[in-house]
């Protein structure tokens, strides 16, 4: 119990220097806070270093290895450093050293530590030779195959397809009948485990014994009296399936998948739908025909749910799979009667995932048969009452659009465009607004001028700010799709309409419209139109609207010309820059030291000196040696005639001396070849 330090530990080693580091990690790992502990053992690779390879090897890892009982997250972390150690025990020639503490990691309580020092033992067994593969590695597998507990049995699972290619045919052997033994263990964890590797283990094993050791034990795992080993079984048949001639399958594989393909567990059912695009690669096209499309009808039919949910998802990929000279036969006369019945089904998930898919269907079926039987599931869906039914529907339009133009769901598809604009769920208005760019393009200018420009104005003032955030984005990519034209004609004058909006949220939406709409129209709408709105508003009554009117005339500095930056933008950020609200002249300083940076510094004195802000010292600091870079001797002279405004006239003067002085030694310093120290010592 007890994890405090062991009396002394430290001061033992402090008459030896090179035990100190060990001494620190012995007793942090025994502290009582769980984080020193943590930290202590995510530094292992440091300590590693400082005691060396030989001392890493007899001290380092004993310890380590006899003292495994902390707490999950350090055990874990343990785990993946150990995994990383091989250069830091001597190399490849002492790598089995790192064997025994990761041996005890995989037969602890907790599945994430087991699987990291798994993934570990995985990582180093590439780096043993194999002599030492048979004389370290396997017998450890061997060990964990034969624990006691299910812990270690289940971690041995993972560990055979890795030493497997490179031991004798003796050692062979003995694995493949450990392999046997732990699928028919009697503990459901341990078939589990193996029924998630035996796909694994098939691939490094010869042909002869896939045929004659994994096959069976596949049957059996796919008939397990629990469904969370035959559920796992279907994945490995899959695997199974790529490695089998295709004269083979018929016979060895596809019984044990069609009785998977009815299993009385949803779950089972469900793990052969979702494999389903797999699976039909893996068995190919004759199979396909006579095994698997009947399949699929059942699962597009299934009584659960989650099944028909599953299948629904793999109906555009299993569709585009099929023969090329029997495709379109088989989509018109089994497939598409399922999908039509699914278009109804009473499961908003199901429709959910089928209209997530089935415009893809279009391209596969051409023009004439997706106007016939699709173009009627289509407008179906977009009447559909779950939001999400409609909202998948709207966001594969670009497939439709390929194949038999947008136009002919135009008049449904505004309907299902409006309801989701005016949905309760912010996030639904949110998606509808992603997808606007895209609709405005297929649908053309003028469709969307009538029918959905009010839509986006409509975002612009929604009472959720990420909205109106993802509708001033919609409209800089609607103003690259449309031009800038459109944008003067249509959108311009409507969002500077909104600057006098008695809502302080809608003004300031204007000038985040003006932010993102500048760089898109150009120079001439910027200045001509958008400008003057900016300027008017920097007299706003909300602190807000006014700093944000200076972080505007910032971000569209870069498109204004230099005589409008002089003119107006100028003088409007000095008049910021000494506003009463902090923030308004934290921002307005900002902006001026990106577009005016010698009149910033000026103003960042100006700003902090409430004495200071009388025309006459801002004509006489103009002057100043700051201006030339002397700005500590310019600090000095403000912080001695801070609270004397009348000093000024004396700064000026003292100014003008300066600058006097300094220009006469430039002038004496490079018009004479003769040297003054004098000069240089001034300079």
């Not at 405090?4 to 060990?22: K, V, W």
């Not at 029924?195 to 596949?218: C, T």
Request: some cysteine.
């Amino acid at each position: 119990g007890n994890r405090a330090a062991q009396p002394g530990t430290t001061q033992r080693a402090e008459g030896d220097d090179s035990l100190y580091p060990i001494a620190v990690l012995i007793d942090e790992l025994r502290n009582e806070d769980v984080q020193l502990r943590l930290n202590s053992i995510k530094k292992l690779s440091t300590i590693a270093l400082a005691l060396g390879v030989e001392r890493t090897r007899t001290e380092l890892l004993p310890f380590l290895t006899d003292t495994i009982y902390d707490e999950d997250e350090v055990l874990l972390a343990l785990a993946e450093q150990l995994g990383s150690f091989t250069v830091l025990v001597g190399g490849p020639e002492f790598v089995h050293c790192l064997l025994p503490p990761l041996e005890s990691l995989a037969t602890v309580e907790e599945t994430v530590v087991r699987d990291k020092a798994v993934e570990s033992l995985q990582k180093i067994s590439q780096e043993h030779s194999p002599v030492d593969l048979e004389v370290h590695f396997v017998p450890l597998v061997k060990r964990l195959a034969s624990g006691d507990w299910f812990t270690s049995r289940t971690s041995a699972c993972g560990l055979f397809s890795v030493c497997y290619p490179r031991v004798s045919s003796t050692v062979k052997a003995e694995i493949r009948q450990h392999f046997r033994t732990l699928c028919s263990d009697d503990t459901p964890m341990v078939r589990r485990a193996a029924s998630s590797k035996l796909g694994e283990f098939a691939k490094v094993l010869e042909l002869d014994y896939v045929k004659s050791d994994i096959i069976p034990l596949f049957t059996a795992l796919a008939s397990d009296e629990q469904d969370s080993v035959r559920l796992l079984a279907v994945e490995a048949g899959v695997s199974i399936a790529t490695l089998l001639p295709q004269e083979d399958l018929e016979d060895l594989v596809m019984p044990t998948l069609r009785q998977a393909a009815e299993d009385k567990s949803w779950r089972v059912r469900y793990m052969v739908a979702d494999k389903f695009s797999e699976l039909q690669k893996a068995v190919g096209p004759e199979i396909t025909k006579n095994d698997l499309v009947p399949a699929f009808q059942n699962l597009l039919k299934d009584c659960e749910a989650e099944v028909r949910t599953a299948a629904a998802n793999k109906v555009k990929v299993f569709c585009e799979s099929l023969p090329e000279d029997s495709r379109e036969t088989i989509i018109m006369t089994h497939i598409l009667p399922c999908v039509k019945e699914l278009v109804s089904d009473t499961n908003q998930h199901v429709k959910s995932a089928l209209a997530s898919v089935i415009m893809g269907l279009s391209t596969i079926l051409g023009k004439d048969n997706t106007v016939e039987h699709l173009l009627p599931l289509f407008l179906v869906q977009l009447k559909d009452e779950y939001p999400e039914v409609r909202l998948n529907i709207i966001s594969n339009l670009d497939c439709v659009n390929e194949v038999i133009g947008i136009r002919q769901l135009s008049q449904s598809l505004l309907p299902a465009i409006v309801e989701l604009a005016e949905d309760a769920k912010w996030r639904v208005r949110l998606a509808i607004i992603e997808y606007m760019p895209l609709l405005a393009g297929q649908l053309g200018v003028e469709f969307f001028d009538e029918k959905l420009n009010s839509l986006c104005m409509a975002w612009l003032i929604d009472h959720v700010y990420a909205i109106r955030e993802a509708a001033t984005c919609n409209l800089m990519k609607l103003v690259e799709k449309f031009g800038a034209e459109w944008a003067q004609n249509t959108i311009v004058p409507k969002v500077l309409g909104m600057a006098n909006d008695s809502n302080y949220l809608h003004r300031m939406t204007t000038l985040f419209c003006i932010n993102a709409l500048s760089e898109v129209c150009g120079q001439e709408i910027t200045t001509k139109h958008m400008l003057p709105v900016v300027l008017k508003m920097s007299t706003d009554q909300v602190a807000n609207v006014r700093f944000n009117v200076a972080r505007c005339l910032q971000k569209i500095g870069p498109v204004l010309d230099s005589s409008a930056l002089q003119a107006d933008v100028k003088p409007v950020l000095e008049k910021l820059a000494t506003d009463q609200d902090m923030d308004v002249k934290y921002f307005a300083l900002e902006a001026i030291s990106g577009m005016y940076p010698f009149i910033s510094l000026t103003f960042q004195h100006i700003s902090s000196q409430k004495h200071f802000n009388s025309p006459l010292y801002c004509f006489f600091f103009s002057f100043s040696p700051c201006c030339l870079g002397y700005r500590r001797l310019h600090c000095v002279i403000v912080k001695f005639f801070k609270h004397y405004l009348w000093m000024s006239c004396i700064y000026f003067i003292y100014s003008c001396i300066y600058l006097f002085i300094w220009s006469t030694c430039t002038f004496l310093k490079g018009s004479s070849d003769a040297h003054f120290p004098q000069v240089d010592m001034i300079l």
